[in-house]
């Protein structure tokens, strides 16, 4: 069974890149700029990664993540900055890692779940 993965990030560049990995290992992958369509998207079909950047043109995608989670708690989260930044406060349980840009795609399969 394929993974579906939501890619949450203005820079339309790094999604297409990113996207391009991800469909090569079998991964579903879809693309949302801003927190209202990721939200949008989320309410619609679940994914099972969401890789969520923190500055988007409507808000801080982190903080996005503690709603986003709390309507979907199975969603394993990778947060992706340029900036280090503070994690906000998550629902317990929550799954997540954080990868700083620039991101190292060889590396980025190790950091995804084995599982979700």
Not at 11 to 17: I, N
Not at 87 to 102: A, D, H, W
Request: aromatic share 6%.
């Amino acid at each position: 069974m394929n993974r579906n993965i939501l890619i949450v990030d203005d820079e339309r560049d790094l999604c297409l890149l990113l996207k391009d990995f991800l469909v090569s290992k079998n991964y579903l992958v879809e693309i949302r700029h801003t927190i209202r369509d990721a939200a949008a998207r989320i309410k619609s079909a679940i994914p099972d990664i969401v890789f969520l950047d923190n500055d988007l043109p409507d808000g801080l995608g982190w903080n996005f993540a503690a709603e986003m989670l709390k309507e979907s708690p199975g969603i394993f989260v990778v947060f992706i900055s340029a900036l280090s930044g503070t994690i906000p406060q998550l629902p317990t349980g929550s799954r997540f890692t954080v990868i700083e840009k620039p991101i190292e795609i060889n590396k980025l399969e190790a950091q995804l779940p084995q599982s979700v």
